[in-house]
Structure formats: structure tokens, C-alpha cells
């Protein structure tokens, strides 16, 4: 054995292969007929590394033989008769193999042929063929092309067999995976040596990470990036980009930066290291105290940052040459003296040299539209030497590097560069957009795709005149409105569209800390922050081809464009309802008004929250918002830095592990302490946790200490208290930093008995068990098939008085969840027909008529009529009339059910505001309580006038009348039940049974003593 970093191999069929290990796992393999090889641009210009990390173990070679290389995670065995490869994992499995002997010549070009699996997924490739997430089937050029959507080739693919390839040229070729022959991969090129990286992983994020240490680890933006960015329209002028940014300011809208078109500049779209800004449109000014008046002092002052868009068709390669030649470029970010005035090629200014007038005018980020040699001269010989047909893939990623590199030496922060078409190696210097789609599903296809090409920071242009566009592009890396020659301004959408594209801004800006903290674990193992599904599911057959839904970082999963939603394995909240699924299952998702599509959270989530604000640094944040899901076991590191600086790659940052853990008698809850500096952070910090329990805790504790109920309106402190919100379902609370011990801190939240829950907190898995009961199989499907024949024959049971089966079926139908219900009709249509065994016609109609009973004083029981909870349901009136067949009687009971849940919806969602929809809650659920308007006064902190207003203007209803009318309707089915009127009296609110007893008479027009003898 000889231990060896790397070894040239002289095959038996005349060429020559150099094998490297890069990494434990990740192999290089380059061949030609020489035996000589040059490092290619990729490497020469810093761009790709291929640093051996790896220590492994060579048996060595000899002509004709066989080569392997060992490392800790992966093998690679080489064919020294004509350099076929075989990559195998550390248990010796195959995970890819050649199925032809490379080629690489001047003449002929490079090309590789691998075996393909039947069932075998396929990702990556960047942003080509963008209808598409698997990429089996397809046949590619690597080549950046000008279309209408931003061509960005990225030569990457990865395998659901755990190995991936990464071609290392910037020369056209082609990827053919399966498209000519089903069982193979063709990666070949017409031009240059054959050079490739394979990796081996064992799923694709380890494969994402091993690649991306190679082709460079993606950098955070600037903190403000994550947040809107707009573009004023084409020929805007200074006075109209002040009026795009006052609109959002006084409609409360949130954003941070404001872009120009590359119509800013005295001559439009030059390209020249001459231009300046339009002398008319834009003016500026050199002196600083007039500088604080002109346009962009005063976006300053507003809170915005400017961004200008340019083109470039310079000779980059000068530059690149001469720090190659001075072994700069390979670790570029430590060594960026080389940019900007400093370095210069001889005779020749920097590119990025003429724009830092621009920057020290205050313009902090650039967006990018590179011209030659992608758009240019094809014959034109470059100053490295380089054709157009060579530098044209690369010259994209080497204008965004040297971007970078310039403003950072220029302001010590952290560059804010995008574009849109790029190559290899781009997600190292810049944030990128998809361009523009006709199909705006295709965008967001894009996005994943480049995601699955180790590329994190990825956008589309909003889509901002549809509700569905709206949603889709605010749950991303970043977000991003594009005018462009139209007049897309949030501030001109109609009210209802404007008032949901606010909604999902603020709601962006609370998701700051917790996208920040998902971009920090980008740049640490290059996993994306849009997610497409299998990247979270590999082993989820299910989630292969879902190019509808993605996850945003671990926990948010969004359904875009579609209503149907899969869930995967696991329990999952809908962030907008608060409904609870089990997963795995496919559901058709109800969007409410106020969204614009499905959105889901896994449970176990903690998402960190700021506090509204209109841009990012507006205020100082020392509370802290914790949403938590609870689940099995959960977990999140928040991370926290300065934002603008790259001190964070020096371990200026704090860290904070959030932990949550749940099963039947309690949840728990571990902050821990902060770990870490960095310039300018909070001395304090305190968090809000608003717990997603479904049900009113037992007791909640605080560092063993348990804190007192302020629910009922007590004197407890609003910081060392708890408070159950019952509209929402949720527990809020208090804790600082200061109640924190070595450890941090522990929250215990104690579950209410088993028996005290209601049917709306059952358990996902529950209420999965309970939906697959089918009423038509098993004991069930027997007795529905028997007909009358049995009556006749003698049999014919009895109904089967089951009071417990139809307490629960009333329970599931005031929980208000149309699953929950469903499946408890289900379960109580069955339970009645397996007692009743002989059961003839007349006795399932019967049953059906009991169920009818059921729905109708439910919804009595909750404030209405059947009249009013049943509006429009004549056909259904007949058809109870003509019922046949039990099918028949078991529908109309699902479409009962359905109408009274729909009803209860309507009610909850018709009211906008907290405090009315909460007050529709204590109405409905205990109306023994003190309810008059002084008393919701001092609960909510509102004047009395001000709450009746309100409710009348949000319910079209006088708040007494509907106190009085839910109270009435209870005490009546009350008495029916059998209860005696002075125990009815205490559970509708009255201290007094003689005023109760008027009040009913007043009412009903008849006394409580004449619904009590109804009953008997």
C-alpha cells in the first residue's frame, strides 16, 4: 500500500488519467492522451477548489490493472486497461459505474457514458429546462443562452442512488441522461479534456454539501436582502422612485430597496467605464451636506437602500490573468487586495474601479446583466487567450466575482450582487432571479432547480396582479417586484389584493430571524432555503416529481398554484386554520380569504419572529416571538450577527438552541442560553412563546416555577403569567434572560386530562384511524346489503340507544373541523349499523333521521336555527323523503354535516378583528360567563362603546342580542335534555332563576316549564 494524494495512471489504451481525492467521498478524474494537465479557468481564477482534504489509501497502479482509491466514505476503482470507473460506497455497494471507456482528445472532445438504474432520480443542472424537477428523460446543453427566462446551465447532477457528478470546463457540452438510451448518461463535449468530480453521499444533502465544497459555499447577503426589494418602472426619474418609496411607507407596507432600470445612466445601457448618472433625471451632487437632500439621502433617510442595474461587456480576464499569475485567485475572499485600486492590470483600469463613485454616492448593491461574450463578438480572442466559445459560460460568474471582491474592499460590507444568467461557481458571489415566465409555476420549478444545484439564494419576479403570485414569491430566499416598463406598485393593486399583498409582507419581515438563521445553515453545508421536496423526503417515493410544494427551511412547507397538498410522514399544522393532519396523505387544502395559498408547518417547528416593523433595522429587537408547533421532538439553532459584515466567517455571531418536545401529559420547551458575540447585539433579550396546544393547559411551568392563569382576567403580571387564547388555540407567555440558569431555560406545559379535550384536539393519528373506517365495509357493508328480505324473514333489531356514540359525534361536530366531523360521522354511522345486525329498510332510515336530529340541535346549541343553519337545503328535505338505499341516507348526512361546519366557519372568518372573533368564541363556548360589554371591556382593554361599534359593524349584529340569542338557544335544548330551570339558569349566565324565567318567557313566548314538559 501507498498512501498518495493523488496519481497519474498510464492506461494500456494510450492515455493517461489523473485521479485526485478532494474530499473523504469526492473524487477528481481528469484524462487526456499526454499526460500533462493544466488547471482549467475554473480553478486557475479561484473559482472551483480541488484542495485534497482527504486521506486515503491507493493500491498501486499498473498498466493494465486496477487502481482503487479508499477513503472514509467512498472507494473508486479505475480500469488501468482503459480507465472505465467503478464508485463504490464504504460497505462496497455500486453506486455508479461506466458502461464505455472515456474519451478525451483535441480532435474529437470529451465524453463519458454511466449506467442508469430503472428506478433511479435524477437533479440538478441549474436553470435549464425549467418545466421540470426530475431531469430523467432529458437531453441538455450546458451552454447560458439569451431567452426570455435567465438561462443559468449549472453542470451538476445528482442521484437518488447517492452519487453525483460535477463536469469541471466551461466549453459547451451536453448532458443526455436517459433521453437516447433509458439505462444511460451521456455527458460528452465537443471541445476541451475530460475532467469530472464524483461524489458520494447518502442522501443529497450530504451530496450537496461535499459539492459545494468544491464549487464554493454560498455567502449571506446582507440582512436587508432577505427582505422586498422593488425596481421602479423604466424611465423613472429621481422624483418618481421618492414617490414609489413614500407609498410604501405610508400604506405601512415593508421594504428595504429600490432599484433603478439601466436606464439610470446619461446614455442608456452603456457599457463603457465612462458612464454617470442622467444629469435631468437623477442629479447628484459630490458635496456631502447636499448629498443628505438628494434622492438617495432622503431613501436613506426612509430606511431604504438603492440598487442600479448595469450591463458590462469589459475584458475581465486581464484582471483575473495577472492574479492567477501572483497566486491570488484561489482564496480570493481572504486575499481581496487584488480588486479595486489597489491591483490593477497594466495600462488598464479595474471594471469594477469606475463604479466606486456610484458606491461612495451611496448606491449598495448592483444588478447585473453581462453582454459579451455572451450576447457578443463569437470570434473575438479574449486577453487571456480564451475564445468567446470558452470564456462565454464563464465570463457571467467572473463579473460577479470581481463585483464582489471590489465592494467589499471598497466598504468592508457585504456585497449585494444579482443576476440572472451565470454558469458554475455563480453562488458564490451573487443572489440570482429566474427571469420571466409566462407560466409562473415554471418560475418557481426554476427555483428549485437551482436549488438542487447547490445554488441558495434564488428569486422570480412577483407575479403581482394574482393572489397565487402574491404567495408564492414572499415564501422564498428573497422577494423581489420588477416593474419594468408596467406600473407594478403594491400601493396600485385593487383594495382587496393590496390589502393580502400587505398581509404577506409583514408576515415576510416577522419570518426574518428565522430565514436568516435557515441562509446561515446555507453557507455552512450549502443546503437551500427553498427546498424542493425530495431534498427533505429522499426516501419519500411520493415527493419525487412535486414540483407544486417546497419547504422554506425545515419547518414551513408551501403549496404554490394548487389547492392539493402531500404531506409527508408526520403530524402537520395549517398555519392558517390551526387544523392538525397526519401525514403521510394527500388533502385538498381550504384557503381562507386572507392568503393566498396552502401553507403548512411541521410539527415540532419553533419559527422565531420579529415584531412588525417597515424595514429591517427600524427598531432594536429584545423580544423575541416563538411560534411553536409542538411535536415529538423538534429542534432549531437561531442565528444572529451584525448582518452587513463578513465577521461572521470569523465567529462574530450568536447562536441560540431552541428545543420543543411533546407527547400526551405535557409539552416542553428549552431555550438555551446565547452563545457568542457580535458587534452591536442586544445586551437583553426576553421571548414570547405563543404554544399551538388546542387545548387549555392543566398548568404551565417556568423553570420548575409555576406561573398563575391569567386567562381569567386576574391582577397576575402579563410577564410572569400565562394567558390560554381559545379562538386560536394557542398559550402565551413571557421569559427573559434573566430567569435563565446555566443551562437556560425549561417550559413545561401540562395537558388537560384526556377526557377534558375535545374532539378538535385529537391527535392527527387518531383522526387518520378514525377517516379510514370506510361505512361501507366490514360488519357495516353486510348489513347495508341486506335490504327488507330480513324484516320478512323475522330478524329486525331495535335501534341501538347509544348514547355515548352520539355524545362523541356531537363533541366532532362542535369542534368545527370538517375532517374531524366527517370522520365521527363515519365512526357513528358505523357503530349504529353493527347493532343493529338484522337491521331492515325501515330501521337504517330510522338511523338516518337520528343523525338529522343530531346536526340540527347542534346547530341550535350554537345560536341558530335550522332555518339558518340549513338555508337552500330543499332538495336535500325532498330527497330525505325518497331515500332508497342507506348509501343514499349516509351522503345526506355528509352534506348535513358539511353545511353546519361550513356555517360554523362562516361565522368565525366573517368577523376580521381579534377581539370580535374572540368574542364570538365566549359567546359560543361559555355563555355561564359574566359577558356584558363592561366586562369584555376590562378583559380586552377596550371601551364598551367602542366593542359594541365594533361588533355591530363586523357582525351586523347588536352584541346584546347575540349574547341573549346564544344563551336562549342553549337553555332551550338544556331543558329538553331534562336539566331542572334553576341549573339552566346558572349555565346560561343568570344568577337569578325568576329573571332567567322571564327573560326565556320573553324569548320563546312560552315559560321554561313548557320545553321541560316536552321532554316528557
Same mark, same amino acid.
Given at each position: 500500500?501507498?498512501?498518495?494524494?493523488?496519481?497519474?495512471?498510464?492506461?494500456?489504451?494510450?492515455?493517461?488519467?489523473?485521479?485526485?481525492?478532494?474530499?473523504?467521498?469526492?473524487?477528481?478524474?481528469?484524462?487526456?492522451?499526454?499526460?500533462?494537465?493544466?488547471?482549467?479557468?475554473?480553478?486557475?481564477?479561484?473559482?472551483?477548489?480541488?484542495?485534497?482534504?482527504?486521506?486515503?489509501?491507493?493500491?498501486?497502479?499498473?498498466?493494465?490493472?486496477?487502481?482503487?482509491?479508499?477513503?472514509?466514505?467512498?472507494?473508486?476503482?479505475?480500469?488501468?486497461?482503459?480507465?472505465?470507473?467503478?464508485?463504490?460506497?464504504?460497505?462496497?455497494?455500486?453506486?455508479?459505474?461506466?458502461?464505455?471507456?472515456?474519451?478525451?482528445?483535441?480532435?474529437?472532445?470529451?465524453?463519458?457514458?454511466?449506467?442508469?438504474?430503472?428506478?433511479?432520480?435524477?437533479?440538478?443542472?441549474?436553470?435549464?429546462?425549467?418545466?421540470?424537477?426530475?431531469?430523467?428523460?432529458?437531453?441538455?446543453?450546458?451552454?447560458?443562452?439569451?431567452?426570455?427566462?435567465?438561462?443559468?446551465?449549472?453542470?451538476?447532477?445528482?442521484?437518488?442512488?447517492?452519487?453525483?457528478?460535477?463536469?469541471?470546463?466551461?466549453?459547451?457540452?451536453?448532458?443526455?441522461?436517459?433521453?437516447?438510451?433509458?439505462?444511460?448518461?451521456?455527458?460528452?463535449?465537443?471541445?476541451?479534456?475530460?475532467?469530472?468530480?464524483?461524489?458520494?453521499?447518502?442522501?443529497?444533502?450530504?451530496?450537496?454539501?461535499?459539492?459545494?465544497?468544491?464549487?464554493?459555499?454560498?455567502?449571506?447577503?446582507?440582512?436587508?436582502?432577505?427582505?422586498?426589494?422593488?425596481?421602479?418602472?423604466?424611465?423613472?426619474?429621481?422624483?418618481?422612485?421618492?414617490?414609489?418609496?413614500?407609498?410604501?411607507?405610508?400604506?405601512?407596507?415593508?421594504?428595504?430597496?429600490?432599484?433603478?432600470?439601466?436606464?439610470?445612466?446619461?446614455?442608456?445601457?452603456?457599457?463603457?467605464?465612462?458612464?454617470?448618472?442622467?444629469?435631468?433625471?437623477?442629479?447628484?451632487?459630490?458635496?456631502?451636506?447636499?448629498?443628505?437632500?438628494?434622492?438617495?439621502?432622503?431613501?436613506?433617510?426612509?430606511?431604504?437602500?438603492?440598487?442600479?442595474?448595469?450591463?458590462?461587456?469589459?475584458?475581465?480576464?486581464?484582471?483575473?490573468?495577472?492574479?492567477?499569475?501572483?497566486?491570488?485567485?484561489?482564496?480570493?475572499?481572504?486575499?481581496?487586495?487584488?480588486?479595486?485600486?489597489?491591483?490593477?492590470?497594466?495600462?488598464?483600469?479595474?471594471?469594477?474601479?469606475?463604479?466606486?463613485?456610484?458606491?461612495?454616492?451611496?448606491?449598495?448593491?448592483?444588478?447585473?446583466?453581462?453582454?459579451?461574450?455572451?450576447?457578443?463578438?463569437?470570434?473575438?480572442?479574449?486577453?487571456?487567450?480564451?475564445?468567446?466559445?470558452?470564456?462565454?459560460?464563464?465570463?457571467?460568474?467572473?463579473?460577479?466575482?470581481?463585483?464582489?471582491?471590489?465592494?467589499?474592499?471598497?466598504?468592508?460590507?457585504?456585497?449585494?450582487?444579482?443576476?440572472?444568467?451565470?454558469?458554475?461557481?455563480?453562488?458564490?458571489?451573487?443572489?440570482?432571479?429566474?427571469?420571466?415566465?409566462?407560466?409562473?409555476?415554471?418560475?418557481?420549478?426554476?427555483?428549485?432547480?437551482?436549488?438542487?444545484?447547490?445554488?441558495?439564494?434564488?428569486?422570480?419576479?412577483?407575479?403581482?396582479?394574482?393572489?397565487?403570485?402574491?404567495?408564492?414569491?414572499?415564501?422564498?430566499?428573497?422577494?423581489?417586484?420588477?416593474?419594468?416598463?408596467?406600473?407594478?406598485?403594491?400601493?396600485?393593486?385593487?383594495?382587496?389584493?393590496?390589502?393580502?399583498?400587505?398581509?404577506?409582507?409583514?408576515?415576510?419581515?416577522?419570518?426574518?430571524?428565522?430565514?436568516?438563521?435557515?441562509?446561515?445553515?446555507?453557507?455552512?453545508?450549502?443546503?437551500?432555503?427553498?427546498?424542493?421536496?425530495?431534498?427533505?423526503?429522499?426516501?419519500?417515493?411520493?415527493?419525487?416529481?412535486?414540483?407544486?410544494?417546497?419547504?422554506?427551511?425545515?419547518?414551513?412547507?408551501?403549496?404554490?398554484?394548487?389547492?392539493?397538498?402531500?404531506?409527508?410522514?408526520?403530524?402537520?399544522?395549517?398555519?392558517?386554520?390551526?387544523?392538525?393532519?397526519?401525514?403521510?396523505?394527500?388533502?385538498?387544502?381550504?384557503?381562507?380569504?386572507?392568503?393566498?395559498?396552502?401553507?403548512?408547518?411541521?410539527?415540532?417547528?419553533?419559527?422565531?419572529?420579529?415584531?412588525?416593523?417597515?424595514?429591517?433595522?427600524?427598531?432594536?429587537?429584545?423580544?423575541?416571538?416563538?411560534?411553536?408547533?409542538?411535536?415529538?421532538?423538534?429542534?432549531?439553532?437561531?442565528?444572529?450577527?451584525?448582518?452587513?459584515?463578513?465577521?461572521?466567517?470569523?465567529?462574530?455571531?450568536?447562536?441560540?438552541?431552541?428545543?420543543?418536545?411533546?407527547?400526551?401529559?405535557?409539552?416542553?420547551?428549552?431555550?438555551?442560553?446565547?452563545?457568542?458575540?457580535?458587534?452591536?447585539?442586544?445586551?437583553?433579550?426576553?421571548?414570547?412563546?405563543?404554544?399551538?396546544?388546542?387545548?387549555?393547559? &392543566? +398548568?404551565? =411551568?417556568? #423553570?420548575? @416555577? *409555576? $406561573?398563575?392563569?391569567?386567562?381569567?382576567?386576574?391582577?397576575?403580571? /402579563?410577564?410572569? !403569567?400565562?394567558?390560554?387564547?381559545?379562538?386560536?388555540?394557542?398559550?402565551?407567555?413571557?421569559?427573559?434572560?434573566?430567569?435563565?440558569?446555566?443551562?437556560?431555560?425549561?417550559?413545561?406545559?401540562?395537558?388537560?386530562?384526556?377526557?377534558?379535550?375535545? &374532539? +378538535?384536539? =385529537?391527535? #392527527?393519528? @387518531? *383522526? $387518520?384511524?378514525?377517516?379510514?373506517?370506510?361505512?361501507?365495509?366490514? /360488519?357495516?357493508? !353486510?348489513?347495508?346489503?341486506?335490504?327488507?328480505?330480513?324484516?320478512?324473514?323475522?330478524?329486525?333489531?331495535?335501534?341501538?340507544?347509544?348514547?355515548?356514540?352520539?355524545?362523541?359525534?356531537?363533541?366532532?361536530?362542535?369542534?368545527?373541523?370538517?375532517?374531524? +366531523?366527517?370522520?365521527?360521522?363515519? @365512526?357513528?354511522?358505523?357503530?349504529?349499523?353493527?347493532?343493529?345486525?338484522?337491521?331492515?329498510?325501515?330501521?337504517?332510515?330510522?338511523?338516518?333521521?337520528?343523525?338529522?336530529?343530531?346536526?340540527?340541535?347542534?346547530?341550535?346549541?350554537?345560536?341558530?336555527?335550522?332555518?339558518?343553519?340549513?338555508?337552500?337545503?330543499?332538495?336535500?328535505?325532498?330527497?330525505?323523503?325518497?331515500?332508497?338505499?342507506?348509501?343514499?341516507?349516509?351522503?345526506?348526512?355528509?352534506?348535513?354535516?358539511?353545511?353546519?361546519?361550513?356555517?360554523?366557519?362562516?361565522?368565525?372568518?366573517?368577523?376580521?378583528?381579534?377581539?370580535?372573533?374572540?368574542?364570538?368564541?365566549?359567546?359560543?363556548?361559555?355563555?355561564?360567563?359574566?359577558?356584558?360589554?363592561?366586562?369584555?371591556?376590562?378583559?380586552?382593554?377596550?371601551?364598551?362603546?367602542?366593542?359594541?361599534?365594533?361588533?355591530?359593524?363586523?357582525?351586523?349584529?347588536?352584541?346584546?342580542?347575540?349574547?341573549?340569542?346564544?344563551?336562549?338557544?342553549?337553555?332551550?335544548?338544556?331543558?329538553?335534555?331534562?336539566?331542572?330551570?334553576?341549573?339552566?339558569?346558572?349555565?346560561?349566565?343568570?344568577?337569578?332563576?325568576?329573571?332567567?324565567?322571564?327573560?326565556?318567557?320573553?324569548?320563546?313566548?312560552?315559560?321554561?316549564?313548557?320545553?321541560?314538559?316536552?321532554?316528557?
Amino acid at each position: 500500500m501507498e498512501e498518495r494524494k493523488d496519481f497519474l495512471l498510464p492506461l494500456a489504451n494510450g492515455g493517461w488519467m489523473r485521479i485526485q481525492t478532494a474530499a473523504p467521498g469526492t473524487f477528481r478524474i481528469r484524462l487526456n492522451g499526454t499526460g500533462l494537465f493544466a488547471e482549467p479557468a475554473l480553478q486557475r481564477y479561484g473559482i472551483v477548489s480541488a484542495v485534497s482534504g482527504a486521506e486515503e489509501e491507493v493500491c498501486a497502479p499498473f498498466p493494465g490493472s486496477v487502481a482503487e482509491l479508499r477513503t472514509k466514505r467512498a472507494m473508486l476503482r479505475i480500469d488501468g486497461a482503459d480507465g472505465q470507473l467503478q464508485l463504490l460506497g464504504t460497505d462496497g455497494d455500486e453506486r455508479l459505474a461506466t458502461c464505455a471507456a472515456p474519451w478525451s482528445s483535441e480532435t474529437s472532445g470529451f465524453g463519458v457514458r454511466f449506467l442508469l438504474r430503472a428506478d433511479e432520480a435524477l437533479y440538478g443542472l441549474g436553470n435549464v429546462a425549467p418545466e421540470r424537477l426530475q431531469r430523467r428523460g432529458l437531453r441538455v446543453e450546458m451552454r447560458a443562452e439569451k431567452q426570455l427566462w435567465a438561462s443559468a446551465p449549472i453542470p451538476f447532477l445528482m442521484s437518488s442512488s447517492g452519487w453525483a457528478v460535477m463536469v469541471n470546463t466551461t466549453w459547451r457540452h451536453l448532458f443526455d441522461i436517459g433521453a437516447s438510451n433509458e439505462n444511460e448518461l451521456l455527458i460528452e463535449g465537443p471541445t476541451g479534456e475530460l475532467d469530472l468530480f464524483l461524489f458520494a453521499g447518502n442522501d443529497y444533502a450530504e451530496l450537496l454539501d461535499a459539492y459545494t465544497n468544491v464549487a464554493g459555499k454560498p455567502p449571506l447577503l446582507p440582512i436587508w436582502m432577505y427582505g422586498l426589494n422593488f425596481c421602479s418602472r423604466i424611465g423613472s426619474s429621481a422624483r418618481d422612485v421618492l414617490d414609489d418609496a413614500i407609498k410604501f411607507r405610508r400604506a405601512g407596507t415593508p421594504c428595504d430597496l429600490i432599484g433603478l432600470n439601466d436606464d439610470w445612466m446619461e446614455r442608456a445601457k452603456d457599457f463603457s467605464t465612462t458612464k454617470r448618472w442622467h444629469p435631468v433625471r437623477f442629479p447628484t451632487s459630490s458635496n456631502d451636506l447636499l448629498r443628505q437632500v438628494s434622492f438617495i439621502g432622503i431613501l436613506h433617510k426612509q430606511g431604504f437602500k438603492l440598487s442600479l442595474a448595469l450591463g458590462c461587456d469589459y475584458d475581465l480576464t486581464l484582471l483575473e490573468e495577472r492574479l492567477a499569475s501572483e497566486n491570488v485567485g484561489s482564496e480570493w475572499e481572504d486575499r481581496n487586495d487584488g480588486y479595486g485600486e489597489d491591483v490593477q492590470p497594466p495600462h488598464e483600469e479595474s471594471w469594477y474601479e469606475h463604479l466606486r463613485k456610484f458606491v461612495d454616492d451611496g448606491v449598495s448593491a448592483f444588478v447585473l446583466h453581462p453582454n459579451n461574450p455572451m450576447h457578443g463578438d463569437p470570434g473575438r480572442i479574449w486577453g487571456n487567450g480564451m475564445s468567446s466559445a470558452e470564456l462565454h459560460n464563464l465570463y457571467p460568474v467572473l463579473l460577479c466575482k470581481q463585483m464582489y471582491a471590489g465592494f467589499l474592499k471598497q466598504t468592508n460590507r457585504r456585497p449585494a450582487i444579482h443576476i440572472e444568467r451565470g454558469y458554475l461557481g455563480m453562488q458564490r458571489f451573487a443572489a440570482s432571479t429566474t427571469g420571466t415566465f409566462y407560466t409562473a409555476k415554471h418560475a418557481i420549478v426554476a427555483i428549485l432547480n437551482y436549488g438542487l444545484s447547490g445554488h441558495v439564494h434564488t428569486t422570480t419576479n412577483m407575479h403581482l396582479i394574482s393572489r397565487e403570485g402574491i404567495h408564492a414569491d414572499f415564501l422564498l430566499a428573497w422577494s423581489r417586484i420588477n416593474s419594468m416598463d408596467h406600473f407594478q406598485h403594491p400601493d396600485f393593486l385593487e383594495h382587496p389584493l393590496q390589502e393580502l399583498f400587505q398581509h404577506y409582507a409583514r408576515l415576510r419581515y416577522r419570518l426574518i430571524p428565522y430565514l436568516y438563521s435557515t441562509a446561515h445553515a446555507a453557507v455552512r453545508t450549502g443546503m437551500p432555503i427553498t427546498r424542493a421536496m425530495p431534498l427533505m423526503y429522499p426516501r419519500d417515493r411520493h415527493c419525487r416529481e412535486l414540483d407544486g410544494q417546497y419547504m422554506l427551511g425545515d419547518f414551513l412547507l408551501v403549496a404554490v398554484y394548487t389547492e392539493s397538498v402531500y404531506l409527508p410522514e408526520g403530524d402537520w399544522f395549517d398555519y392558517w386554520t390551526g387544523k392538525r393532519y397526519c401525514g403521510p396523505c394527500m388533502i385538498d387544502a381550504s384557503v381562507p380569504p386572507e392568503a393566498g395559498g396552502p401553507l403548512f408547518v411541521r410539527a415540532g417547528a419553533i419559527v422565531p419572529m420579529w415584531p412588525p416593523m417597515n424595514y429591517i433595522g427600524e427598531r432594536r429587537v429584545e423580544t423575541l416571538t416563538l411560534e411553536v408547533y409542538p411535536g415529538a421532538h423538534g429542534s432549531f439553532l437561531l442565528y444572529e450577527d451584525d448582518g452587513a459584515t463578513l465577521d461572521y466567517l470569523k465567529g462574530a455571531s450568536v447562536r441560540t438552541r431552541l428545543e420543543c418536545a411533546s407527547d400526551q401529559a405535557m409539552t416542553t420547551v428549552r431555550i438555551a442560553k446565547r452563545e457568542g458575540l457580535f458587534a452591536g447585539m442586544e445586551a437583553k433579550r426576553s421571548y414570547e412563546l405563543i404554544v399551538h396546544t388546542n387545548a387549555k393547559p &392543566a +398548568a404551565v =411551568r417556568v #423553570g420548575g @416555577e *409555576r $406561573r398563575p392563569d391569567r386567562t381569567a382576567r386576574n391582577k397576575a403580571d /402579563p410577564f410572569r !403569567s400565562w394567558r390560554y387564547d381559545r379562538l386560536a388555540g394557542t398559550v402565551r407567555l413571557h421569559v427573559a434572560e434573566a430567569e435563565f440558569g446555566e443551562a437556560g431555560v425549561c417550559i413545561e406545559i401540562d395537558h388537560p386530562p384526556k377526557s377534558v379535550r375535545s &374532539a +378538535a384536539a =385529537r391527535t #392527527g393519528a @387518531e *383522526r $387518520r384511524s378514525a377517516a379510514s373506517v370506510d361505512p361501507f365495509s366490514g /360488519p357495516a357493508a !353486510s348489513v347495508l346489503g341486506r335490504g327488507i328480505s330480513d324484516t320478512a324473514s323475522g330478524g329486525g333489531d331495535a335501534i341501538s340507544d347509544d348514547p355515548e356514540a352520539d355524545n362523541a359525534f356531537a363533541a366532532a361536530l362542535d369542534s368545527g373541523e370538517l375532517r374531524v +366531523a366527517e370522520a365521527a360521522l363515519t @365512526e357513528w354511522w358505523g357503530a349504529k349499523m353493527k347493532h343493529s345486525p338484522s337491521a331492515a329498510n325501515a330501521i337504517w332510515q330510522l338511523h338516518v333521521m337520528k343523525g338529522c336530529y343530531l346536526i340540527v340541535r347542534q346547530a341550535e346549541r350554537n345560536g341558530w336555527t335550522s332555518a339558518d343553519a340549513f338555508k337552500h337545503m330543499e332538495d336535500e328535505a325532498y330527497e330525505l323523503a325518497q331515500l332508497q338505499k342507506p348509501e343514499q341516507g349516509y351522503e345526506l348526512l355528509q352534506r348535513l354535516v358539511s353545511r353546519l361546519v361550513r356555517q360554523m366557519d362562516a361565522l368565525h372568518t366573517g368577523a376580521k378583528h381579534p377581539v370580535i372573533r374572540e368574542l364570538l368564541e365566549l359567546a359560543l363556548r361559555e355563555p355561564e360567563r359574566d359577558l356584558s360589554l363592561n366586562a369584555m371591556a376590562e378583559r380586552f382593554a377596550l371601551h364598551p362603546v367602542h366593542i359594541s361599534r365594533l361588533f355591530k359593524k363586523e357582525t351586523g349584529r347588536n352584541y346584546y342580542d347575540y349574547v341573549i340569542s346564544m344563551r336562549m338557544m342553549r337553555a332551550k335544548q338544556l331543558l329538553r335534555d331534562g336539566h331542572k330551570v334553576y341549573d339552566v339558569a346558572a349555565l346560561c349566565g343568570f344568577k337569578d332563576a325568576g329573571n332567567f324565567s322571564k327573560a326565556f318567557s320573553k324569548y320563546w313566548g312560552e315559560p321554561p316549564v313548557s320545553f321541560k314538559q316536552e321532554r316528557s
